[in-house]
T-cell receptor
Framework: EDQVTQSPEALRLQEGESSSLNCSYTVSGLRGLFWYRQDPGKGPEFLFT???AGEEKEKERLKATLTKKESFLHITAPKPEDSATYLC????????????FGRGTSLIVHP | EPEVTQTPSHQVTQMGQEVILRCVPI?????FYWYRQILGQKVEFLVS????????KSEIFDDQFSVERPDGSNFTLKIRSTKLEDSAMYFCASTKESPSTDTQYFGPGTRLTVL
């Protein structure tokens, strides 16, 4: 069974304090790893898709990286508007194409 | 930028009542999905739909649930007889062509409260 574990569950940062969120996964062949941002009471908003180890993608203050066992979402000099829950999901090769989601990391950035 | 829309944003119902949640997927997308998220829990897959039929469903999607694409734009989730444990956020999502490679884009969700 595919497993996605995100850590930490919650993270509080001061504005400008860079950090990383972790997504560890177990899947029998990775087709894609997805990062989403979810604001309270809203739907997941797509951020990145990573397909192979070594791949990196960036968007503003966010940078996602991928290894064979985990992905990191690096947040550089975060701002209060970056506060949200960040979800990781994996899709495997073969069988169901439905992504498996992790529980998310709740990020709060204090001004 | 095209987006998935959902109505209503919040639905309150009595236990045992039927509810219909509505979604308008992105217009050129072919695959549609329903997910739910119980407060504080992770996003859970319910059902996927393609070419007017269910392509995959989870064990959560039992006989109380049904989906329909009644016209060229709407995609609905019906819960026949709601239970307290059906209270959750329900998200619709869609992908453009290939469900195995394309990104799923989510709507804003419907908060269902069953009293």
């Amino acid at each position: 069974e595919d497993q996605v574990t995100q850590s930490p569950e919650a993270l509080r940062l001061q504005e400008g304090e860079s950090s990383s969120l972790n997504c560890s996964y177990t899947v029998s062949g990775l087709r894609g790893l997805f990062w989403y941002r979810q604001d309270p009471g809203k739907g997941p908003e797509f951020l990145f898709t990573l397909y192979s180890a070594g791949e990196e993608k960036e968007k503003e203050r966010l940078k996602a990286t991928l290894t064979k066992k985990e992905s990191f979402l690096h947040i550089t000099a975060p701002k209060p508007e970056d506060s949200a829950t960040y979800l990781c999901a994996v899709r495997r090769i073969g069988g169901s194409y439905i992504p498996t989601f992790g529980r998310g990391t709740s990020l709060i950035v204090h001004p | 930028e095209p987006e998935v829309t959902q109505t209503p944003s919040h639905q309150v119902t009595q236990m045992g009542q039927e509810v219909i949640l509505r979604c308008v997927p992105i217009s050129n997308h072919l695959y549609f999905y329903w997910y739910r998220q119980i407060l504080g829990q992770k996003v859970e897959f319910l059902v996927s739909f393609y070419n007017n039929e269910i392509s995959e469903k989870s064990e959560i999607f039992d006989d109380q649930f049904s989906v329909e694409r009644p016209d060229g734009s709407n995609f609905t989730l019906k819960i026949r007889s709601t239970k307290l444990e059906d209270s959750a956020m329900y998200f619709c999502a869609s992908t453009k062509e290939s469900p195995s490679t394309d990104t799923q884009y989510f709507g804003p969700g419907t908060r269902l409260t069953v009293l």
